[in-house]
């Protein structure tokens, strides 16, 4: 069952969870994001809620873009969702340093693609239904 949403909502989710990530650590160093629960607790829910947009793209959506290591970044999703007290916060460090700026500009690229594919088709012509029309009297053959 559709929940109504479509691939371009995901996207917007991925992109507003990356884009809240990167103001959370905004000014930040490492040390200071290990001394500081809220803003561990903040990144850690935003890249959960990344991983599970995600999840929820197309499988053809996906297949768009092979830069991105789709299965990774979701199953980052799980370990973080699952693993409650086993979090390495160094890898999520890492992740957000080294990954999430890539990933954006990976999202945003999709972003126009979709929205680029979606004006074409809005714009294609569609062809007419109107079916052929029939002189009088040559309906029916005696």
């Known amino acids: 069952m559709s929940n109504g949403r479509r691939d371009t909502d995901y996207l917007d989710d991925m992109e507003h969870g990356i884009k ?10 490492k040390e200071q994001f290990l ?23 197309s499988e053809s959506t ?4 092979p830069e991105v290591d ?11 969702a699952h693993g409650y007290f086993a979090i390495n916060l160094d890898v999520v460090w ?9 990933l954006l500009v990976q999202v ?10 979606e004006t074409e088709r809005q714009e294609r012509p569609t062809p007419s239904r109107v079916p052929p029309q029939r002189n009088k009297g040559q309906d029916y053959e005696r």
């Open 108 to 117: 945003q690229g999709l972003q126009k693609q979709l929205s680029a594919d």
């Open 20 to 29: 809240k990530v990167i103001t959370h650590l905004e000014g930040l160093d």
């Open 35 to 57: 001394r500081d629960e809220w803003t561990q607790d903040a990144v850690v829910r935003n890249i959960e809620i990344i991983g599970q947009a995600a999840k929820e793209l």
């Open 70 to 80: 789709w299965k990774k970044l979701m199953g980052m999703r799980d370990r973080l």
């Open 94 to 102: 890492n992740t957000v340093q080294e990954d999430l700026p890539h």
């Open 62 to 65: 996906r297949e768009m873009c």
